[in-house]
């Protein structure tokens, strides 16, 4: 049961964490498994809505086995919930596809690498995990105010009460106020818009749940998606650099309507598909520049610091592990009693050290996105020799081999090998 709200005045937590999304669930879950004395608010009730494309990746199934493991056995179970999904399927601007799958070897124990589910369940689910654990958790009151102390933090509240910290930790998501502290803006280079609208009855959805990215050439550098849910559904949008949206004048809900209802093969697709809502938008903001992601008394995760893989869109999987390399660098801070800058910068480290790599290669993925004949051309390879699409299996899977999308001699043997 959430907590009676009056019961928090004058409280100290060693930790606060602000927003229950899967960074700040994820936060919680570690602090839970270490028994550290937290507070997790959300403004919203759960289950609550969050416009996404719901695409659950390996790093999602990975971070839950490290917090929590036995999670994703549950996920496995709730079949109504989570669409197992083993790969994504590439359309080239010319309209051929280039499958790869998220795994090299699928004998494992039969389970999908990957999910899909409405962040309505997903987040529900995740939230209920972190309820269960040892924070206080109270919904529906927004955090107004933070006042940074010398020995605390102070966190005022949207009904007036507030409580006090040793350090916060900042999952509000793509709105955060905080993290204008760190000078954290809407850069239209390195952010996204995107649209989704889900549908029932999309037809030609891929068995094994693969998911479908379009690099259609009238919306380059945007992509169109589907992704197969549960229960004849699939999550279908549209998403576009912020800058280009803005220079090319786009109208992105214009250009959705116009694939769906127009594209040669897409709208056949649609014929008796039915909108479930209208498309909804969100930003994305993404981790193609380096942040300052801590200061003093506080750490920015997720999509508050940015953390969103300028490719693929992925941004669930990269919050949650902001959230518990954030839940490890506040037990750390917690036993040297240290809360300053310098001493919380270990978090940004630990963050650029794991998600830095991906970054810089998914920047430079994203600019290929420019070319569409250097795309047709890799997916039209990738289309004829399985050795090809074997190697971008395994690019996908290890961020040390996509360093040969950067290398021209990897091109250059793309074109001698027939
Ligand atoms: C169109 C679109 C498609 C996407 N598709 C995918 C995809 O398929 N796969 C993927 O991995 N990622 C995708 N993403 C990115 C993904 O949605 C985000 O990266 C992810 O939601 C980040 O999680 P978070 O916990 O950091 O923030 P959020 O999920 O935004 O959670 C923030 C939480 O903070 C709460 N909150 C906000 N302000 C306050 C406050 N003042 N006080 C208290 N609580 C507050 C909110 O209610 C919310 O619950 C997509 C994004 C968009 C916009």
Request: net charge positive; charged share 25%.
């Amino acid at each position: 049961m959430p907590l009676q709200f009056q019961t928090l005045i004058n409280s100290r937590y060693d930790v606060v964490i602000l927003g229950a999304g899967p960074s700040g669930s994820t936060a919680s879950l570690y602090l839970s498994q270490k028994g550290i004395r937290h507070l997790l608010i959300d403004k919203c009730e759960f289950p609550r809505d969050k416009i996404c494309g719901d695409a659950l990746s390996g790093k999602v199934v990975y971070t839950l086995n490290r917090v929590a493991p036995g999670l994703v056995d549950e996920m496995v179970q709730l079949k109504e919930a989570f669409h197992p999904s083993w790969g994504i399927s590439f359309y080239a601007p010319n309209g051929k596809n280039l499958e790869v799958p998220f795994k090299t070897d699928r004998s494992t124990d039969g389970r999908a690498p990957g999910f899909i589910a409405s962040r309505a369940d997903f987040d529900n689910f995740l939230f209920s995990k972190a309820k269960a654990g040892t924070a206080d958790v109270v919904t529906s009151i927004e955090a107004n105010q933070v006042d940074f102390e010398k020995d605390s933090v102070n966190i005022l509240f949207s009904n007036g009460e507030s409580t006090t910290a040793s350090i916060l930790i900042d999952a509000t998501g793509a709105h955060s106020k905080l993290a204008r502290l760190l000078d954290i803006k809407m850069e239209p280079l390195h952010h996204s818009a995107g649209l989704r609208q889900y549908y029932e009855g999309v037809e030609g959805l891929d068995a094994d749940g693969f998911i479908e990215l379009h690099f259609i050439k009238d919306i380059l550098p945007g992509y169109f998606w589907i992704f197969p849910m549960t229960n004849n559904r699939a999550n279908v949008g549209i998403g576009m650099l912020s800058d280009s949206v803005s220079k090319k004048k786009v109208n992105l809900k214009e250009e959705l309507k116009k694939i769906i209802e127009h594209h040669p093969e897409i709208s056949n697709r649609f014929k008796n598909a039915k909108p479930l809502e209208s498309p909804r938008g969100w930003g994305l903001p993404m981790g193609s520049k380096k942040r300052n992601i801590s200061s003093d008394r506080f750490i920015i995760t997720g999509d508050a610091a940015s953390l969103i893989d300028p490719f693929t869109g992925e941004g669930i999987g990269n919050g949650m592990i902001s959230g518990r390399f954030a839940g490890e660098v506040c037990e750390l801070a917690l036993q040297e009693n240290r809360f300053d800058a310098d001493f919380l910068k270990e978090y940004d480290k630990r963050v650029y050290k794991y998600l830095g790599p991906e970054f810089r290669m998914s920047h430079q993925l994203q600019k290929m996105v420019n070319y569409p004949s250097l795309f047709n051309f890799v997916v039209n390879k990738g289309r004829k020799s399985k050795e090809f699409r074997d190697t971008l299996t395994a690019m996908f899977e290890s961020v040390d081999l996509r360093k040969k999308f950067r290398d021209p001699r990897f091109y250059l043997r793309l074109l001698l090998n027939k």
